[in-house]
């Protein structure tokens, strides 16, 4: 039905946003409005590391963006329509709590939508793959083939052309991906929420870096 990843993806966040997280589930107990951000979505690397089972999600939020947008990829390791999907809704609570880390309001959402596990590591319920596997029947074919690195060594079934007893995937030309600018991190000492970008974009900032929360007062930790 959809060309794109990119068309796939934002289609099924609509669906989510409507059958999983709705706004029973996503309004705090004392009925806050929580209002969606902007958002786009893509299928791409994490920045996070290379490694073929590091950074399968992650949500980069506004203040990374030049227009104020939060940005969303799903790795190109993953390929399984309804992990892609159970994937997304862990990164779209980050993108609605975007200072809470995976403290007490993401957990909370998280278990209400059907994710388990550790939390910074979710996956889906047996019931909520069942909800899942229907929504992803609604969008068809996830139009993505599943990307992998000379030596690598992925969970589960090895890719095509693999090898099923070792679990190395097919070698690709080219080997590793050249290594691009390298981000860090910065913690805020005050609410926790967590910026990240090039070094020399921190040295720019004059004194200790403050938080980019107008209503926190607490300074930013280089990692």
Same mark, same amino acid.
């Given at each position: 039905?959809?060309?794109?990843r990119?068309?796939?993806?934002? +289609?099924?966040?609509?669906? /989510?946003?409507?059958?999983?997280?709705?706004?029973?589930?996503?309004?705090?107990?004392?009925?806050?409005?929580?209002?969606?951000p902007?958002?786009? /979505?893509?299928?791409?690397?994490?920045?996070?590391?290379?490694h073929?089972?590091?950074?399968?999600?992650?949500c980069?939020?506004? +203040?990374?963006?030049?227009d104020?947008?939060?940005e969303?990829?799903?790795?190109?390791?993953?390929?399984?329509?309804?992990?892609?999907?159970?994937?997304?809704?862990?990164?779209? /609570?980050?993108a609605?709590r975007?200072?809470?880390?995976?403290?007490?309001?993401f957990?909370?959402?998280?278990?209400?939508a059907?994710?388990t596990?550790?939390?910074t590591?979710?996956?889906?319920?047996?019931?909520?793959v069942?909800?899942?596997k229907?929504?992803?029947?609604?969008?068809?074919?996830?139009?993505?083939?599943?990307?992998?690195?000379?030596?690598?060594?992925?969970?589960?079934?090895?890719?095509?052309?693999?090898?099923?007893?070792?679990?190395?995937?097919?070698? /690709?030309?080219?080997?590793?991906?050249? +290594?691009?600018t390298?981000?860090?991190?910065a913690?805020c000492?005050?609410?926790?929420?967590?910026?990240?970008?090039?070094?020399?974009?921190?040295? +720019?900032?004059q004194?200790?870096?403050?938080c980019?929360d107008?209503?926190?007062?607490?300074?930013?930790?280089?990692?």
């Amino acid at each position: 039905m959809y060309k794109t990843r990119e068309e796939w993806l934002a +289609q099924g966040f609509k669906i /989510i946003k409507s059958e999983i997280l709705t706004k029973q589930i996503i309004n705090n107990e004392d009925n806050n409005k929580t209002v969606w951000p902007k958002i786009r /979505i893509a299928c791409g690397f994490s920045g996070t590391g290379n490694h073929l089972n590091s950074g399968i999600g992650v949500c980069w939020y506004k +203040q990374s963006s030049t227009d104020s947008t939060t940005e969303i990829f799903i790795s190109p390791v993953i390929d399984q329509p309804t992990r892609v999907l159970d994937i997304l809704i862990h990164e779209l /609570i980050h993108a609605l709590r975007p200072t809470d880390g995976h403290r007490a309001p993401f957990k909370r959402i998280a278990i209400a939508a059907g994710l388990t596990g550790k939390m910074t590591s979710t996956v889906a319920t047996p019931e909520l793959v069942k909800k899942l596997k229907v929504i992803a029947k609604k969008l068809g074919k996830y139009p993505h083939a599943r990307m992998a690195f000379a030596g690598g060594k992925p969970k589960g079934d090895s890719p095509k052309g693999g090898d099923p007893k070792t679990g190395d995937s097919p070698r /690709i030309a080219g080997g590793k991906p050249k +290594q691009g600018t390298r981000m860090v991190k910065a913690e805020c000492s005050g609410c926790g929420f967590i910026l990240r970008a090039s070094r020399s974009r921190f040295e +720019q900032m004059q004194g200790k870096p403050r938080c980019v929360d107008s209503a926190c007062s607490g300074t930013l930790t280089i990692s």
